[in-house]
C-alpha cells in the first residue's frame, strides 16, 4: 500500500482483556465513529475469511473482511463494497488493529489505515493537499474511541468524542 495512517494508545487493561473485545468482530459500533450498526456476514465470527458489514451514519454499508489473523494481537481486515472493490477515494484499503504489552495491566494498541488512492497524479494531490489530515483525524478518533469503550464498556458518543480529542491534544 503506498499510504497509511496511524495512531497508538494505552489502554488500561490488560492486553488478554483487549484481545477478547478486538476479536469480536460485531462490536465495531461502539467505537468507530460514524458506525451505527454492525452485522457479521459469514458463518466465521473470527479469523482470516470473517467478514462483517458495517453501517455509517450516512446509511451506506461497507464490508470487512478479515485478510490476516494474528491471535492474541491483532488482524488486518480489507475495506470494500462487495465485489466492487474499496471505496472511493481508495483504489485499495484495508485497516490493521495491532495490541502490544505495554506493561503494568496495560495494552498499546496501534490503530492504521493502509491504502492506495484512486485518480493517479490528482489522487495524490488531493491526498497531500487535503485527505492526509482527514485520514489522520479518523484514525485518532478510531484509537481514542476504542481506548474509551475498553476501558469504560459504554459506547462512545459524538459528544464524548469530542471530550476525548481535546484530552487528547493536551496530553500530546
Not at 71 to 79: A, E, M, S, V
Not at 89 to 116: K, Q, W
Amino acid at each position: 500500500m503506498r499510504y497509511e495512517a496511524a495512531a497508538r494508545v494505552v489502554i488500561n487493561i490488560p492486553k488478554e482483556q483487549a484481545w477478547n473485545l478486538l476479536k469480536d468482530l460485531s462490536l465495531a459500533h461502539n467505537y468507530v465513529p460514524g458506525i451505527t450498526r454492525t452485522e457479521i456476514t459469514t458463518d466465521k465470527t473470527e479469523g482470516v475469511d470473517a467478514s462483517r458489514r458495517v453501517f455509517q451514519a450516512s446509511g451506506k454499508p461497507l464490508d470487512e473482511t478479515v485478510s490476516e489473523w494474528y491471535d492474541g494481537q491483532g488482524f488486518l481486515i480489507r475495506l470494500h463494497n462487495g465485489e466492487k472493490g474499496a471505496p472511493s477515494p481508495f483504489a485499495r484499503a484495508a485497516f490493521r488493529y495491532r495490541l502490544d504489552d505495554a506493561g503494568h495491566n496495560c495494552t498499546a494498541l496501534t490503530t492504521s489505515l493502509m491504502f492506495d488512492m484512486r485518480w493517479g497524479g490528482f489522487g495524490r494531490f488531493l491526498h497531500e493537499r487535503l485527505l492526509h489530515k482527514v485520514f489522520r483525524g479518523v484514525i485518532r478518533d478510531v484509537a481514542i474511541s476504542m481506548k474509551q469503550y475498553y476501558e469504560s464498556g459504554e459506547p462512545v458518543s459524538p459528544e464524548q468524542l469530542k471530550q476525548l480529542r481535546v484530552s487528547a491534544k493536551q496530553a500530546a
